[in-house]
């Protein structure tokens, strides 16, 4: 099953959460590798890793040193081919995009406008199954976990096993974002619920 409806900075608070609190978080973590992995599941045509590589952006010379690794799969090889080239309508970049970074990011075409190179570079567009265990395909493992508005669309069952999925690859202190209508509880053990943190899940200790 795939849906394909996205839009930039989808609800805002999760790339908030990201630059305020998350990637502060991690960099502690992850000080003596200065590495670290965000991947954006079933991104359909790009506009969830674009705002996260934006976001990533926006943190300007605190990252200076480090290497940040956006991952961003969808099953769909037609909605991979839009991500990476970044072009976006006049409709797709009204939609949650502020003015201000629609100017700084893209650059205007005659039916559209397109990221630049500089983002689409900071991201690494892959064909993934999220049915598929990614522990053995290959995946690597992530500091943050963006898989939002996708779940809804699963029956508990098939939940459960792509909880069980990302819990294989998120690395100890990581972070599991998920949508404002989806939950790891009733479903999944291998996940806990963080206290005064909105859709933000950890690993269960």
Known sequence: MTTNETLFFRDAWPFERLSKSLMPDVMEKTKASRRIR??????????????????????????DGWQVEIVATDISDGMLARAEAGRYSLFEVSRGLPDYMLRKYFVPESDGWRVKDELREMVDFRNYNLLDDPYTSGMGSFDVIFCRNVLIYFDEATRKRVFTGLSKIMRPWGYLCLGGAETVVGISDA????????????LAR
């Open 191 to 202: 996940f806990r619920v963080l206290t005064g943190e909105r859709g933000l899940f950890g």
């Open 38 to 63: 965000i991947w954006s599941a079933a991104c359909s045509s790009g506009q969830e890793p674009y705002s996260l590589a934006m976001t990533l952006a926006e943190m300007g010379s605190v990252l």
